[in-house]
């Protein structure tokens, strides 16, 4: 895993996501407490404020493909820390309207994500060796959860320790920071051979290029048929996570803290899924997949039978270790079988796609919670997990292990 950080150019992005995710996991913790807290209506609204710009990922992936994925991510950051800046002015002048203001940050970074993420994807595999690819994507995804598990846990501890307007400040300065590593990425990566998205960009209309990317999406006819069963996994997920505020609260009876320690042992296990990628790579994929899902659906049911918060800590931990790992998998599989030329495209059609159930689950989760118990949601998580690893197992190639060839990179 370690091997990746030879790259220049991924060092300094690795280190720039590093300490963006968590100032933005220390606010997402901090935003959706104070908004259960006095409104728990509201989370389905604030869910929804988050998932609805997630559909312009395929606009993000047009835009990354005729522009410079670096100078996108660059000025995405940029634009977010000014957005922060701009809320944080706001709240201390109208401190009343302290919810609304959480709530118009969380869309303007998710709206950043829709750009951003499809230039990670087409920058990661750029910046190095291709052998070294399942190592930058686990470590890649290690440092999210990393990041989101400490962040998560001190965003907890935050409300009543240093306030909300420094958890805006701390959001503010991470994406700042942010940028400036991604600068430097960019000046670290000038000679890169392999680096054509970074700084070649394609022309066509947007209908076309869009079609372009979904054509490439195509080729791969299980990802199309797997699609109607992951947005029904994805709505069930966004639906209970959504509630875990308010799960933590009304049924265990929890504390902010213990919000704070469980979404960090989720992030935590996906971290230490992240780094176990490379390893279950060695592994048949459809199989090694397949089983994490059925496992990560047997574990969610038992988090939505445990009733106290050390067994919900667990139940999310070993859950995410299932998560973490299926992710860097999936990642690296589709960046070796998306061309270079149509990735940044293709990646924000998957990415639209699969965040389409999201809105619509996050609305549905706020309403519901006067209507059902909010267990039914996590039960629902656990069975569409198992679905999931069932029907992946059914429709997926035969894929045998992650390894490619070599290409030249700028190593230091």
């Not at 992240?274 to 990560?296: C, D, E, F, N, Y």
């Not at 059902?372 to 039960?379: A, G, N, Q, R, S």
Request: hydrophobic share 55%; glycine share 10%; net charge positive.
């Amino acid at each position: 895993m370690i091997s990746s950080l030879r790259a220049r150019g991924f060092r300094w992005l690795w280190m720039g996501q590093l300490l963006s995710q968590w100032g933005s996991a220390v606010f997402l913790v901090m935003g959706f407490w104070e908004i259960q807290l006095k409104a728990p209506f509201l989370l389905g609204v604030a869910g929804i404020a988050m998932a609805l710009p997630q559909l312009l990922a395929v606009v993000g992936g047009v835009v990354v493909d005729r522009l410079d994925a670096g100078r996108v991510m660059f000025w995405t950051d940029v634009i977010r820390g000014t957005a922060v800046a701009l809320a944080l002015v706001w709240l201390l002048f109208r401190p009343g309207a302290h919810l609304w203001i959480i709530m118009g940050v969380l869309t303007v970074n998710s709206l950043g994500n829709a750009l951003f993420g499809p230039a990670e994807a087409v920058a990661v595999p750029n910046l190095v060796l291709d052998q070294d690819l399942p190592s930058a994507n686990g470590l890649y995804s290690l440092t999210s959860q990393l990041s989101q598990a400490i962040g998560s846990g001190i965003g907890g501890a935050a409300i009543a320790a240093v306030g909300i307007s420094l958890v805006f400040g701390i959001d503010m300065a991470s994406f700042w920071f942010s940028a400036l590593a991604i600068f430097m990425m960019m000046i670290s990566s000038k000679s890169l051979e392999v680096n054509k998205n970074l700084g070649e960009p394609h022309s066509g209309s947007f209908r076309v290029m869009v079609s372009e990317g979904w054509r490439a999406l195509s080729r791969m006819h299980w990802v199309i048929v797997l699609l109607p069963l992951v947005l029904l996994t994805n709505f069930t997920f966004a639906g209970g996570l959504i509630l875990l505020p308010y799960w933590m609260r009304h049924d265990l009876h929890s504390t902010a803290l213990w919000y704070g320690v469980t979404e960090g042992a989720w992030s935590l296990g996906m971290l230490g899924g992240s780094m176990a990628a490379r390893w279950l790579g060695r592994w048949p994929l459809r199989k090694t997949i397949s089983v994490l899902g059925v496992t990560q659906g047997i574990i969610m049911a038992l988090f939505a039978l445990s009733h106290v918060p050390w067994e919900s800590v667990l139940a999310l931990f070993f859950g995410g270790i299932c998560n973490g790992s299926t992710n860097a998998l999936i990642m690296t599989l589709f960046q070796r079988l998306i061309p270079e030329s149509v990735r940044g495209r293709a990646f924000g059609l998957l990415i639209t796609m699969v965040t389409a159930a999201t809105p619509l689950a996050m609305g549905v989760a706020g309403l519901s919670i006067a209507v059902i118990p909010t267990v039914w949601w996590y039960l629902a998580m656990a069975v569409t997990d198992v679905m999931f690893g069932v029907g992946l197992w059914r429709v997926a190639p035969s894929e045998t292990r992650m390894e490619g060839q070599s290409v030249t990179a700028n190593q230091s």
